[in-house]
Each structure stands twice: as C-alpha cells, then as structure tokens.
C-alpha cells in the first residue's frame, strides 16, 4: 500500500465533492486528506485527495472519477511525480515561550515561524510534508501544545505547465 | 427585448419535452410537482402521460420503453416518497445502461433544508446510481439542465439521469431559449477510435485457430447488430450472448451458440476457456458471466471494445482495448479482416452443444405427463409467436429459463434486468415495451413472486388496452432462491414458499382474459388461445415445484465447471 494523490480538475457545480467521495467510499478507501479550491483556471475547480492504496485500484478510483459528468480530468500520481505540501498550525501557551528557551530552539529547528503572539498563547506555522509537521507535533506535544491543526496537501506536477491546460486547449 | 417570450419552468419544460421528441411520460403527480402536471394538463394531445400504480412501475416502464425504442424513457414523480420509490429503478438502469429522463418535484427553494413537508435529499440519493443528477432552483436553468439530461442520459454509455426541479423553479417564469445540447467539455461521451488497437485486433483475429465473440448489451446500444453479424461472418468465428445481448443475432445464426454464463449454453462456456481468441463486444465480464476470474480463459488473447474505458482491465485483463462504439469499431475492423473459416473449431464445439441438447434440453422441453417445466412453456410460447415477439422477464427461474428458451428473430427483443436483478421489473417493463413497439407482440415471462411486487400495474394495462402476454410461471415458490436452498442449504427451504391469490381473480378484477393450466396436456392449446387473443391476456401455469434451471456454473467455479443437474458435472 503505497500513499498515492489524485488531482482533479472539475466544472463548478454542486455535488461533486459528493459524487468523488461516493467512489471512495464504495470500495472502502479511505481519504486520508483532502483539499479544494478554485483552480488557476477560472471556473475550474481543483480537488487534491490522497489516499493509500494499490495502484491498480487507484488507477481504477482516478478513471472512475473522471467518468462523472461534470470532472474535466482526474491524475494519479505517487510523491515523485509531484512536489507537495502540507501546513500546520500549533497553539502553545505562552508562557512556555517565555519561560522555557527550548520552545525558541525548536521552532528554528524545525524551521517554523511565529503567526501571532498573545499573553495567552503563541501561535506557529509549519509548512512541510506529513513527516516534517509530524515531527514537530512530537516535539510541541511535551510543552503543553493547546491545539494542532493540518491542512490537507498541495500539490503541482513537475512539469512546466498544468496539465489541464493542454486538454483545455483540446476541449474549448 | 420585445419578442422575449417569459414562460414558466413548467411550460419550459413540456416545450422542450416536445422538442426532444418525447413519445410518453411515465408518471406519478404529488404536491411537488403539481405546476408540471398543470402544464402537462394544458399538452395532454402533444405529450401522453402514461400513469402508472406506484412509480417504482413508471420508472421500470420508463426503462421498458427506453431498452425497446433506444430512446430516454421519461419519468416523472413528486418529491419525498415520489423519489424514494423511484431509486430502485435508478440502480437498474445505470446497472443496464439505459437512458432515462427522471424528472422529481421539489419543494420550494426557500425551504429546502428545513425538512419541510416531503423533503428529501433527492441529489444526494441519486448521486451514486445515476449517470448524473442535478437541482433545477430557478426557471432560468431549465432549458440548460433539462437539455443537459437529454444529451447525457442518451449519448456515450447510456444510463438514468435526474433532475430535482424544485417547486419555485416550476412556478418562476424565465425567457424561452432553447438550445439542444450537443457537447460538453467535461464529457466525451464518443471516444476517438485509435487505428492502433484495431491492427493489433486484426492481427490476433487473423492468426487466430479458435475465435471467440462474446456480444453484450453494446451492441444493441450501438445498433451494431449487423456489424456483428458480418464480423463473425467473414472470420468465421462462433458468438456467445450476454443475457442482455441475446437479440443481438438471431437465434437461428449458423454462428450463434446461444447466451455466455452461470446459466448459459454449454458450447460458450466451454470455448470460453478454450478460445485462442475472444472479441468481446460491448460486453463487461460481469461476474455471473465469468464465474471464477482467475479461471476464466487463461489461454485466449482478449480483444475488449467499449465505449465506456473503466471497463477495460475491471475484472477481466485486455490484451487489446478498443475504446470507442460498437458499431464504429466493428465497422472499421471489418476491412482489416481476413476472411476465414474454422471449420475444425466449429467442428469441436459441436459436441457439446449436442450434449446440451441431450442431457439438458430436450428434457426440459420435451411434454411430459406428470408436470410442466418452465422450458416446455417458454419454447412453446416463443414458437408461438414465430420467435419474432419482444420477451420481457422477471427475475429468477422464470428470467433464465426465457432467456435460455426464447428464440429471437430481430433486435431490441429482450427486456430483463440483467445487472440488478431487480424483481418487479417484468411487468411494468413489458408496458413501456409494448408503448415503444405496438406493432410488435409483447411477451412477459414472470414468477408469482416478482409478479406480485408490481402486480398493481395490471391497472395500467387495463387502462390503455395494451397487448401484452403474459404468462405466469407460477411455482408456488420464489424458485430461484428455493433452487439455491435445494442446491447449498440442504432443502431448508426458508422463507421461500408461497402462499398465493387466485390469480385469475386478480386477472378477472382487471378485466383482462386469462386460463389456468393445470396439467401438460392443457398447455399447447392454451397456449394457442392467447396467441390469437387480442389483447392482453394472463396464463397461469403450473410449474412443478421442483423444477430448477440447469445448467449452471457455481459462483466461484470457473466457467467451465458445469453442472447439468444436481448431481452430474458435465464431462464434455
Ligand atoms: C427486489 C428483489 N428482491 C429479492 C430478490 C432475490 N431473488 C432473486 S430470484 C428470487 C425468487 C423469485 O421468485 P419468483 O418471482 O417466484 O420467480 P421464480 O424464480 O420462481 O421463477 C428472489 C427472491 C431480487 N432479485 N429482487
């Protein structure tokens, strides 16, 4: 079982999220994450989903979607065909910040920086793939770490353009 | 803009129903959807709305008229319980790819997610077993969603499509523009036809000792039936059915060696795995064709075409994939063939359709003296009709035993729910039939227990005269399932006895003629009876309890393991 993602590219229109959803869940995979956004390209929408599996399934999930009336075009890739991200937010209280000069050496290790400070709370951010917010989760985890959040991934191709512009060209 | 017409979502919407050419409604009005029936009351002439008893019936004649026309069947029904009893009919027809028009009312938009009065998620319940299902919320979306519906229900892989058209959109009046839909950037429902695949098809084909063609359901979409014939023709190869393609050649065809799968001919799942290669068209290696994938012809080289690509690869690997329609990519094949013969192949095969003949058949369908087999009625009924009538089934003994039974003369003659397997398709089916091809005889095989799950749209026959004949297997049990409990649950036979009504009661409260039969000797002259009968008429057969289809490949054995009766594996 390999960590695969699939892009898609669709028209903007209710329900989709649903009807990709649906092929997942019919077969039993689980989406281990998600996002969504408007597309470079106006009035296309960009669902990025990764999710672990074999790849002759995920070949399948990806054509799958990509039958769905209203999806342009719908890409598997594994982590080397792409360049991705993850962010992380971290609440810690403040006074660890203050007190304890560890907390200072971990964020520059880890590369983070600092979003917002109150008298409360300190609030870091973390862009790096699942491993590398992970590590720093591991890490705030033992100076009383109030809240953590991950976004899902974003990804590009290597390539030198999005591929669905190519098939827009094609197709308008 | 002066000569801007405004007209109402409703009235848009019968408008572009004419347009489309839509030859029936099939329907069931409710609160939601009031404003669409007003308006159909206003087109009563242009647009005949067939009501049916319960919509389950409107959808699955909706789908009857669709498989037999090869046009959208249209349907409407109120939202809340309209819609829910219509998804049944959804699954079944996105499982058979058919192409149908679903058209729910519902509720006003401001109250939508209030769980107002007969609400309910009808996009989010359709969403998996249709093609594509989308909210009408304002009149000026109908002409773009409704002309949408028509183009993906109806091109590419046919398959069900619905539109939630909510109250306010029906009520709201918008400018009358219309405009046909005739592509869409997301959706290529005609793939381009590669020239590559189709060489390498020729290829293997013109090397080839021992062809194979499988038919589905394709080619009837694709209306490739002469194609078909042609290429199995010129190379001389034998062809398999699916349940669905059975109509796809006739009956008769030197060629045709009768239906492929769990309960099929002998002579198709025996070259199955002995085949050097198989041309499947317009086919899916459904499991209950397969059998066990893993033994499933390991020695052919597998040519697949559809048009729908998640096909290729599903369960049955292709060494040549030809993405495109049936008939287009059997039109261009057709050149690169050789001409052929395979006498020696077919010469091999023929052995074991004998076998078939002795050991399965003519038992079957021979008179007997004790009791009445399904085989004996449905080969009699089908010579009746010259093998020319559509046979319309339902699910279970009765469905294989017409579909091994029956003869076909001409195309688009079977109607049954091969991929669902819904019970209670039968009989409203056979009405959508019947509306799609008066000129031609309808016959419907049932079971008393599929009979009695849509039996109330005997009151749609009865409404508009329809000729149908339908001739009951009537077994006191539901056969298939008690078949099963003979075979793998020691005679248990749980939950499968019948108590019944007295059908021809049922027949008489309907005003429809029908005739009991008893004993064998009552049947051909029955038989004969409803055939010259004008109109439709019940036969109610007796079947022996014990009777049960053969043959029959186990789930999980391979194609070719075959049992002729309880006991006996055929040898071959
Ligand atoms: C809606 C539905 N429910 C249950 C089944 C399971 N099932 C398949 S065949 C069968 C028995 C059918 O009995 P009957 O209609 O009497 O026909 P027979 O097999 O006796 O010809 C059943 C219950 C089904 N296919 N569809």
């Known amino acids: 079982m390999e960590l695969y993602t699939i892009t898609v590219f669709s028209e903007n229109q209710v329900g989709i999220l649903n009807q990709i959803a649906n092929i997942f869940t019919r077969r039993g995979l689980n989406i281990e994450s998600l996002s969504v956004s408007p597309s470079s390209i106006e009035g296309v929408h960009k669902f990025i989903i990764t999710c672990r599996s074999d790849r002759a399934m995920m070949q399948r999930v990806a054509r799958l979607i990509e039958k769905r009336v209203d999806v342009l075009k719908a890409y598997l890739y594994t982590d080397s065909e792409i360049v991705y991200q993850e962010i992380a937010l971290y609440k810690v209280p403040a006074d660890q910040l203050l007190d304890n000069s560890n907390v200072e050496r971990v964020i520059r290790e880890h590369n983070a920086r600092i979003l917002e400070i109150t008298r409360q709370y300190v609030i870091i951010e973390k862009t790096g793939h699942t491993a590398d917010t992970d590590a720093l989760f591991q890490e705030l985890k033992h100076y009383g770490l109030l809240q953590f959040v991950r976004s899902g991934r974003v990804a590009v191709t290597k390539g030198t353009e999005e591929q669905l512009t190519r098939f827009l060209l094609n197709h308008t | ?572």
């Not at chain 2, 009537?474 to 099963?484: E, P, S």
Request: hydrophobic residues 40%; charged residues 20%; aromatic residues 6%.
């Open chain 2, 1 to 572: 803009m002066a000569n801007e017409e405004m007209i109402s979502g409703s009235e848009m919407l019968m408008r572009i129903l004419q347009r489309e050419g839509v030859e029936y409604v099939f329907g069931y009005p409710g609160g939601s959807i009031m404003p669409v029936y007003d308006a159909l009351y206003r087109h009563q002439g242009d647009i005949p709305h067939i009501l049916t008893r319960h919509e389950q019936g409107a959808i699955h004649a909706a789908e009857g008229y669709a498989r037999v026309s090869g046009k959208p069947g249209v349907v409407f029904s109120t939202s809340g319980p309209g819609a829910t009893n219509l998804v049944t009919g959804m699954a079944d027809a996105l499982a058979d790819s058919t192409p149908l028009v679903i058209i729910t009312g519902q509720v006003d938009t401001e109250h939508l997610g209030f769980d107002a009065f007969q609400e309910t998620d009808v996009v989010g319940m359709s969403l998996p077993v249709t093609k594509w299902s989308y909210q009408i919320r304002k009149a000026e979306d109908v002409a773009w969603a409704v002309a949408r519906a028509f183009y993906v229900a109806s091109t590419g892989r046919p398959g069900p499509v619905v539109l939630d058209f909510t109250h306010t959109a029906q009520c709201a009046k918008a400018v009358w523009d219309y405009h046909p839909c005739t592509r869409l950037r997301s959706y290529a429902p005609v793939p381009e036809i590669q020239s590559k695949p189709l060489a390498e098809a020729a290829v293997l084909l013109n090397s080839s000792r021992k062809p194979l063609i499988l038919a589905g359901h394709g080619v009837a979409l694709a209306k490739a039936e002469k194609q078909l014939a042609e290429v199995a023709e010129k190379i001389d190869a034998p062809v398999g059915l699916t349940l669905l393609g059975l109509s796809a050649l006739p009956s008769s065809h030197p060629l045709c060696l009768g239906m492929a799968g769990m309960h099929g001919n002998i002579p198709v799942n025996i070259a199955t795995n002995q085949a050097d290669v198989i041309l499947a068209v317009g086919m899916r290696f459904d499991n209950r064709v397969t059998g066990a994938t893993e033994h499933y012809a390991r020695q052919a080289k597998i040519i697949h075409i559809d048009i729908d690509e998640t096909e290729f690869n599903k369960s049955i690997p292709a060494d040549v994939a030809i993405h495109a329609d049936a008939r287009e990519a059997l039109d261009k094949l057709l050149p690169l063939l050789r001409r052929n013969e395979h006498a020696d192949w077919r010469a091999e095969l023929k052995p074991h359709a004998e076998a078939e003949e002795r050991l399965v058949i003519q038992p079957e369908t021979a008179e007997r003296e004790d009791c009445i087999h399904m085989g004996a009625v449905v080969s009699r009924v089908s010579a009746a009709f010259g093998d020319d009538a559509i046979v319309v089934t339902d699910v279970g003994l009765n469905q294989m035993m017409s579909a091994r039974y029956s003869r076909f003369t001409q195309p688009d003659s079977i109607v049954t729910s091969g991929g669902l397997g819904t019970m209670g398709f039968g009989l409203p089916a056979a009405i959508g039939a019947k509306l799609a091809r008066p000129d031609r005889e309808v016959v419907l095989f049932l079971g008393d227990g599929g009979f009695q799950m849509t039996m109330q749209e005997l009151g749609t026959i009865m409404e508009h005269n329809l000729d149908i004949k339908i001739v009951l297997l009537n077994n006191n049990f539901l056969g298939n399932v008690r078949q099963m409990q003979a075979m793998f649950c020691e005679r248990r036979f749980s939950a499968t006895p019948l108590a019944n009504p007295d059908f021809m009661k049922i027949a008489s409260a309907y005003g429809i003629a029908s005739e009991d039969v008893e004993r064998p000797e009552q049947l051909d002259d029955a038989i004969a009876r409803m055939a010259a009968h004008k109109g439709a008429f019940l036969l109610n057969v007796n079947i022996d309890e014990e009777n049960m289809v053969f043959p029959i490949t186990r789930g999980g054995d391979p194609v070719d393991t075959i049992y002729v009766n309880l006991t006996d594996r055929y040898q071959g």
